[in-house]
């Protein structure tokens, strides 16, 4: 997918915002639509959406408050359109991530929205290709899997190694499982952007 001008990048922003304080008002586990179910109130009528948000792409939504990770959930679901997988990874960072409680009301005027777009995973035979930073990691051995996305090793200040090592524990492997020839590694990447970059000012990530 060609990255998203500014204005898109506001739009998948506002949807995920709004997705978020509609799901938190009501609070309803029922409530949460499927991805091809129509919009509830609040959120933006396909129709006045630029039509790349509607082509198919994975994305991940992260929640800060005060600086500190408040949620992080992300659908891999590559098949389905981009603006309703924001929408749907909203509400989960929101109110299903199980590191943490849920989101209250009277948290929303205080938390930060970062989206990241992802591209199709893609197999890393060797190790040695994983440049941290640039890639994002998943690693699966029997029934353990688990992903980082690239910002992650910026923000830890991390190499590719502790990268490897901090995706196995994340996936309660041993921290040299990436080592492992029956352990299966995918790399991607990613475009990210939060609400502070989508506005034209600087953040400290």
Known sequence: MKPLDRSEQRQLLAIARRAIEAAVRRAGPDDSPGPND??????????????????????????????????????????????????????????????????????LASLELEVSVLEPPVALPDPAGFVAGRHGIIIERGMHRALLLPQVATEMG????????????????????????????????????????????????
């Open 38 to 107: 129509p919009p509830a109130p609040g959120d933006s009528p396909a129709g006045s959406l630029s039509t790349r948000l509607s082509e198919p792409a994975a994305a991940f939504v992260t929640i800060h408050e005060h600086g500190q990770l408040r949620g992080c959930i992300g659908l891999m679901r590559f098949e389905a359109p981009l603006r309703l997988n924001v929408r749907d990874a909203a509400r989960a960072a929101a109110l299903d991530d199980p590191r943490f409680l849920p989101v209250a009301e009277t948290e």
């Open 158 to 205: 991390w190499d590719s190694r502790q990268m490897l090592e901090a995706v196995c524990r994340k996936a309660n492997l041993p921290s040299d499982a990436w080592r492992d020839g029956s352990a299966q590694l995918q790399i991607f990447e990613s475009a990210c952007f939060g609400e502070a970059d989508a506005a034209g000012e600087t953040t400290g990530g």
